[in-house]
T-cell receptor, first 108, second 116 residues
Framework: GQNIDQPTEMTATEGAIVQINCTYQ??????LFWYQQHAGEAPTFLSY????GLEEKGRFSSFLSRSKGYSYLLLKELQMKDSASYLC?????????FGSGTKLNVKP | AAGVIQSPRHLIKEKRETATLKCYPI?????VYWYQQGPGQDPQFLIS???????DKGSIPDRFSAQQFSDYHSELNMSSLELGDSALYFC???????????????FGPGTRLTVL
């Protein structure tokens, strides 16, 4: 397996910045993806990293360090609609391996 | 923009019945993936197809089978349904062949299967 770990749940305040971490143990993978999933809905793509470093997409940024087996998703200027689960997923050859997801609660 | 279409959106079956879930990928996407997501769990990869051929197989029970047709739509057939098969079933499509470095998957809205 890929042994992907994420915190189960986090709480943050509207307008703040939050960092969701993802650690993994695998010998290799093609890319690391972050998805957002609202309850009962399909996951939607947020960001991905193939190489080490930071990728920025508007309010969302994702960072990858292959040597440390570590990634994070950074959400800025939090909005109430950002309350959702955030899934870290490793893409290896033909399929994704998803982490258990982090449920983010944004409060006023 | 066109998205992945799944039907039906909701399905209720009884134990030991069969079910067929359908997935219509985004036009010009020739790769389809199926995932199962149980309550409070992460999506688990079941099976994938590229150009109408099975590309990879994950944790799909032997009671399940799937195929991709000439128009690239895919069907997941589930037989001898069990209570534990109750879950959200997502289909995702991709414009690239499996194994490429970057392969963004676009998820459909899912089919919620309830087995009574």
């Amino acid at each position: 397996g890929q042994n992907i770990d994420q915190p189960t749940e986090m709480t943050a305040t509207e307008g703040a910045i939050v960092q969701i971490n993802c650690t993994y143990q695998t010998s290799g993978f093609n890319g690391l993806f972050w998805y957002q999933q609202h309850a009962g809905e399909a996951p939607t793509f947020l960001s991905y990293n193939v190489l080490d470093g930071l990728e920025e997409k508007g309010r969302f940024s994702s960072f990858l360090s292959r040597s440390k087996g570590y990634s994070y998703l950074l959400l800025k200027e939090l909005q109430m609609k950002d309350s959702a689960s955030y899934l870290c997923a490793l893409y290896n050859f033909n399929k994704f391996y998803f982490g258990s997801g982090t449920k983010l609660n944004v409060k006023p | 923009a066109a998205g992945v279409i799944q039907s039906p959106r909701h399905l209720i079956k009884e134990k030991r019945e069969t079910a067929t879930l359908k997935c219509y990928p985004i036009p010009r996407h020739d790769t389809v993936y199926w995932y199962q997501q149980g309550p409070g769990q992460d999506p688990q990869f079941l099976i994938s197809f590229y150009e109408k051929m099975q590309s990879d197989k994950g944790s799909i029970p032997d009671r399940f089978s799937a195929q991709q047709f000439s128009d690239y739509h895919s069907e997941l057939n589930m037989s001898s349904l069990e209570l534990g098969d109750s879950a959200l079933y997502f289909c995702a499509s991709s414009p690239k062949r499996p194994g490429t470095g970057y392969n963004e998957q676009f998820f459909g809205p899912g089919t919620r299967l309830t087995v009574l």
